[in-house]
């Protein structure tokens, strides 16, 4: 009995959901060696799903708003593939990537063109800057999607 509370305890510590259904059926199995296997097999799900994101996670997560895998990288490098222009003059970018991002205000508006290589940088207070490969030029961009 004791045992049993002590591994609640830690369990709940860990922060490990008993209601999850990969739990419950590691628990019913009889055979042993079958519960060890479901048991390990859920650990490794666990595992998988606190692991830190990868390079490739952050930066496909880069300037999505709140707490994203994005937060410990500064920058991005891509390409321009589509740009389009709203009545009020402000342009939408497609990226090689598949990231799209409109631009912010009208003040600074660097020369762009579909193929330019560009660099998308955290700015103050959450914002970010887009800066052309070849240009000194900078503008004000927020991710769409």
């Known amino acids: 009995m004791r045992n049993s509370t002590l591994f609640l305890f830690l369990c709940m510590l860990a922060g490990i959901t008993l209601a999850t259904p990969g739990w419950q059926e590691c628990r019913q199995l009889s055979d042993d060696a079958k519960r060890l296997a479901c048991y390990d097999d859920y650990a490794r799900m666990l595992e998988k799903k606190n692991a830190p994101p990868t390079v490739a996670e952050q930066k496909a997560a880069f300037g999505l708003p709140a707490a994203s895998p994005a937060d410990e990288i500064e920058g991005i490098q891509a390409?321009?593939?589509?740009?389009?222009?709203?009545?009020?003059?402000?342009?939408?970018?497609?990226?090689?990537?598949?990231?799209?991002?409109?631009?912010?205000?009208?003040?600074?508006?660097?020369?762009?063109?579909?193929?330019?290589?560009?660099?998308i940088e955290r700015g103050a207070l959450g914002s970010f800057v887009l800066k052309p490969a070849d240009s000194n030029r900078s503008m004000r961009v927020r991710r769409l999607r």
Not at 86 to 102: A, I, K
């Open 79 to 119: 390409s321009i593939s589509k740009i389009e222009k709203s009545s009020r003059g402000q342009r939408t970018l497609y990226l090689d990537n598949g990231q799209v991002w409109r631009q912010v205000g009208s003040s600074s508006q660097p020369r762009l063109k579909p193929g330019d290589k560009i660099t």
